[in-house]
């Protein structure tokens, strides 16, 4: 019998079957339902926004939610063996997606980002940021700790990392890019990365900052200026980071009351459906409330690092750490630029803003996440590294 | 059972794996780290969101308040196009308009019934609603109707309580003094399409028009302004309670014209109901002091929209109402052409001006016939006569000797056949063909093909732009070129001055013999164009006229003596031209006139072209700096 199919009849025997219910009864209900408050701060959120109506915005978004939640509960069902049999495919997918719509995207202010598909709008850069975690966790778990010391092994996860930054930066959609590469970034550093390595890459980084902001769009760069000085144009690109500080200002304390927000009412507010929902909740809420979604926000966060933490198999940590990470880069773009922090990026914040490609890919996400909890003491990974490793 | 066995087995591999992989460790203190990391980032967000809404809460709430008042930009009036003494060619006029803010109604087809019940709106009107209100967003506001009386607006005023979100506001409208007399110089502007729109924000405001022909078309940056704001004070449900304040924008720049308007309506009054074009240019400066081609059109029906029937009926028109002729016009020069090929022969010293020619009424060149338009010929002719009495047989030998490269960059050096940069969209340029061109189209250039472009027929096209500059060149022999901008703002523009122009590299004393021969045509006995004698005392005026055969006339045709091309329908009759510049001695206007299918250069353009240049003279444009006073007699002459 040759190696990989010991290899092989070892990895399946390690994997404990379990039937279905007994896999439901092990997804974490309370971290469902955390996600499902979540869901519901954006349910009433989109109501308002729509001027107190389910329609356009809050319905849709709730039939999404819907659907979202049954894909997160069967993903969840999914061992890791078949998510790591999936994982190279999916990447394969996500790549030739965000080359598809490089070539036959539809156009949204000045960048490529949608891609229809059966009627749908998909964004295949949401997509890619979980075929990547998918894709670097696989190549990790395949890899020993000791590997890691040797750079040659790092090099083809690098390139799985900035194969689709390049193409979602070409799109272009510098948020997203920035947010890709982050947790491609965190999953180098928590599968074991060497420090001196990562003092080694770091060092250059100012330089490539430079670089980088001489090949921005004009109108990323509008971006930038007019966040370093917004009032600059106030009529122009200042406009949204201006108006959006004015709506979370006014809420005060305890808020403007619900459906009384004046800002996202009378239309001041730019997007206030989709990227900047949350200066809606800020407006309509107050402080108390923004800090209440802040709070739920960070418990997703923290719950799905610990799950990923308590995983006893490589791949479900590394799945895990990536999709919680993802999450994570997700909140703090789209809030640090709501509150004019950096610059204003395309990023929706997740389950709340309107979108259903964003919603279906968090969900999936989640998904993701959930499976690795539900299989969490599958020892599958590194005890079963090849002999020769 | 089935948890002992996974119990078992995981301690049966846990203490093991757990001792032997440090990955685990590592990952475990790294995903530590970075929950440390998020917990201070959301800290610090959930801190900075503390700051926007407690500590600068005051703030921000007179902001938000502040808010209230809401800012909207103002269109700019765009600026005016006034002609060379001031007169007004396109200004704006106040449009009253009622606007549909459609977030503002909860039943917008209810609150349109309401409207239209008062207003009457016609079906063009809401299908234009109905589309508006596809396309835009819901707080952007949609016209319901514009140019509205005060009668009207006081009975919209009067039902404002059942008719929600409707609100009434000024815009301008632009309006045109002169309507078909100056359309096709100054164009016509058209509310923006959403290309323009996504390449200036401006565009974007309600009542922006774009230039979309004319002056109003290449002129169109300078004369849109920038834009102003206005504050308005709205209440929460964002309706305009008060004005607070106003910036004006910077006005569109006022653009004057070389022309002369009241010349340009004698030149239109002569040229009555003839399909023609003629323009008239400063031969000092080229300044066009009028350019006319009719028929014309009604450039204010393009800013509330043209109607579908219109828009047929003008493109189906034979007579293509729609085209700027002198400019986009091309035509065979016919005779008109033989000046620069006299040039040419000259200029590559094939011919001197004594050399002579024999006439016998045909030319025989490679077994081909070429006739002579006199059938018995001009017997023997020099340059000067050839050019008086239009010498087909002359040219056509002239042009074998000299070749057609000589004559087409002769014609190209006198403007013919070239860009000539005016400041009008939609030009042609026309052509003067050479050898290099046919091949570059897969031809071989014939013998015969120099000898037909000889006395401007075969190939050879020009625009009466083209024909005018041309005319004032060889009056000046210097190298003018034409131009409609004088002066932007009040500021004149330096084409304005003579010294602009450089001389023309050709010797002087070529340019005299031509110009004595155009001066032969019309006054010597036997010239081409004795009708084109201008009847002002010590005023001569030089000119040739063409008349340009637009269909083969076969040779049994010709030799029957019965043609007379009069008799022939009007599209196939020729093409009559003159052109001509005035006072003799001391040439200052230069004019070309084209009359489709006028028949004979001679009988038809001549006399026109002496009228114009009448006027012309008689007002001196280029001489004042206010316009002449109208005459009785000439306001007499208008009614014709």
Not at chain 1, 147 to 171: D, I, T
Request: proline share 7%; charged share 20%; glycine share 10%.
């Amino acid at each position: 019998m040759n190696r990989p199919a010991r290899f092989h009849k070892r990895l399946l025997r390690a994997e404990p079957s379990f039937r279905i219910l007994a896999k439901l009864w092990r997804i974490s209900w309370l971290y469902v339902l955390l996600i499902a408050a979540l869901a519901g701060v954006g349910y009433i959120t989109l109501y308002s926004a729509g001027g107190g109506m389910p329609y356009p915005f809050a319905m849709p978004q709730a039939i999404r939610f819907a659907i979202g939640l049954v894909l997160m509960i069967c993903v969840a069902l999914l061992p890791p063996r078949i998510l790591v049999m999936a994982a190279a495919p999916i990447y394969g997918l996500s790549l030739v997606l965000l080359a598809a719509v490089l070539h036959m995207g539809h156009v949204g202010k000045g960048a490529e980002r949608w891609l229809m598909i059966g009627g749908m709008q998909v964004q295949p850069s949401e997509f890619a940021k979980i075929a990547l975690v998918l894709a670097l966790a696989a190549w990790f778990s395949r890899i020993s700790y000791a590997r890691m010391a040797n750079p040659l092994w790092l090099v083809p996860p690098a390139l799985m990392v900035l194969v689709p930054v390049a193409l979602v930066l070409k799109e272009p959609n510098l948020g997203t890019a920035v947010i890709i590469g982050g947790v491609g970034a965190s999953l180098f550093f928590a599968a074991g990365m060497r420090l001196w390595l990562i003092g080694l890459l770091v060092l250059p980084v100012p330089y490539a900052l430079k670089l980088a902001y001489s090949h921005l769009h004009d109108y990323q760069r509008a971006r930038i200026t007019t966040f370093m000085n917004p009032e600059s144009d106030p009529l122009g690109a200042g406009y949204n980071i201006i108006q959006s500080k004015i709506a979370l200002g006014s809420g005060g304390m305890w808020g403007q009351g619900y459906l009384h927000g004046s800002q996202g009412q009378l239309n001041f507010l730019p997007e206030k459906q989709t990227d900047f929902i949350f200066t809606m909740i800020a407006e309509e809420w107050g402080f108390a409330g923004a800090a209440v979604v802040l709070g739920l926000l960070l418990l997703l966060i923290l719950g799905g690092m610990t799950m990923a933490i308590c995983s006893r198999n490589r791949f479900g940590r590394l799945v895990g750490l990536g999709i919680s990470m993802n999450f994570f880069f997700y909140c703090l773009v789209n809030l640090s630029m709501v509150m004019g922090a950096i610059p204003v990026g395309g990023v929706p914040l997740p389950l709340v803003s309107y979108g259903g490609s964003a919603m279906l890919n968090v969900m999936l996400g989640f998904g993701l996440l959930l499976s690795t909890w539900v299989h969490r003491n599958s020892h599958f990974g590194e005890s079963l590294t090849r002999p020769d490793a | 059972m089935r948890l002992t066995r996974r119990k078992r087995e995981s301690r049966r591999l846990m203490p093991m794996r757990e001792q032997k992989d440090p990955a685990r460790g590592v990952f475990t203190r790294r995903a530590l780290l970075f929950m440390a990391v998020q917990v201070g980032a959301m800290g610090e967000l959930a801190h900075r969101l503390y700051g926007l809404q407690i500590d600068d809460g005051d703030h921000y709430a007179r902001m938000a308040a502040s808010n209230r008042v809401s800012k909207r930009l103002l269109a700019p009036p765009r600026g005016r196009i006034v002609d060379r003494f001031g007169l007004p060619l396109a200004s704006n006029k106040e449009n009253w308009r009622a606007l549909l803010m459609p977030e503002e109604t909860t039943d917008v087809a209810g609150t349109i019934e309401r409207f239209s019940a008062i207003i009457p709106l016609d079906e063009r009107d809401r299908s234009r609603i109905a589309r508006e209100m596809r396309h835009q967003r819901r707080f952007v506001p949609v016209m319901l109707r514009d140019f509205l009386s005060w009668d009207e607006m006081a009975r919209i005023e009067l039902n404002a309580p059942s008719l929600p979100g409707v609100l009434i506001d000024v815009g301008t409208r632009r309006v045109y003094p002169d309507g078909e007399l100056m359309a096709h110089i100054v164009g016509y502007v058209a509310p923006p399409n959403e290309q323009d729109v996504a390449h200036s924000t401006l565009l974007a405001l309600p009542g922006m028009r774009v230039g979309r022909a004319g002056i109003e078309q290449n002129q169109d940056e300078q004369l849109r302004g920038t834009a102003g704001s206005v504050e308005m004070e709205v209440n929460a449900v964002g309706r305009v309670m008060s004005e607070l304040n106003r910036v004006e924008g910077m006005p569109g720049d006022e653009v004057s014209l070389t022309l002369d308007r009241g010349l340009q309506q004698k030149v239109l009054n002569h040229i009555g109901d003839q399909t023609a074009s003629a323009v008239v240019l400063d031969c000092h400066n080229g300044e066009v002091l009028a350019m006319v081609s009719t028929p014309s059109f009604d450039p204010s029906l393009f800013d509330s929209g043209v109607s579908h029937a219109q828009w047929i009926e003008w493109t189906n028109n034979q007579h293509t109402p729609l085209i700027n002729k002198a400019v986009a016009g091309v035509y065979p020069p016919g005779s008109t052409f033989k000046p620069a090929v006299a040039m040419a022969a000259l200029q590559a010293r094939s011919v001197s001006p004594t050399d002579r020619v024999f006439c016998p009424g045909y030319l025989d060149v490679g077994g081909t016939r070429f006739h002579c338009w006199s059938r018995w010929g001009h017997g023997s002719v020099d340059m000067h006569d050839a050019l008086k009495y239009s010498c087909d047989v002359y040219f056509y030998e002239i042009a074998r000797r000299v070749g057609m490269d000589h004559i087409a960059q002769t014609a190209n050096q006198l403007g013919l056949g070239v860009p000539l940069d005016i400041e009008l969209p939609h030009t042609r340029d026309g052509l003067i063909p050479t050898p290099a061109w046919r091949k570059a189209h897969h031809h071989h250039w014939n013998g015969g093909d120099t000898i037909v472009s000889g006395i401007g027929q075969g190939f050879v096209q020009v625009t009466p732009l083209q024909l005018a500059t041309y005319t004032a060149r060889i009056a000046t022999g210097r190298a003018v070129s034409p131009h409609l901008i004088r002066s932007v703002n009040g500021t004149l523009g330096e084409k304005a001055s003579p010294e602009h122009w450089p001389a023309l590299d050709m010797p002087d004393s070529y340019f005299k013999a031509i110009r004595g021969g155009m001066f032969a045509v019309v006054n010597e006995p036997h010239g081409t164009a004795p009708k084109a004698q201008l009847d002002l005392p010590g005023m001569l005026m030089a000119g040739k006229t063409g008349s340009a055969q637009v269909r083969h006339v076969s040779r049994a045709l010709r030799e029957s003596g019965h043609f007379n091309s009069a008799d022939l329908p009007w599209e196939y009759r020729p093409h009559a031209l003159f052109v001509c510049f005035a006072p003799y001695d001391a040439p200052r206007y230069a004019a070309a006139v084209v009359i489709e299918h006028g028949n004979t250069g001679a009988d038809a353009a001549a006399p026109l072209a002496r009228d114009i240049m009448r006027d012309t003279l008689l007002r001196d444009p280029a001489n004042r700096t206010t316009p002449p006073p109208e005459s009785v007699a000439d306001a007499g002459s208008t009614i014709e």
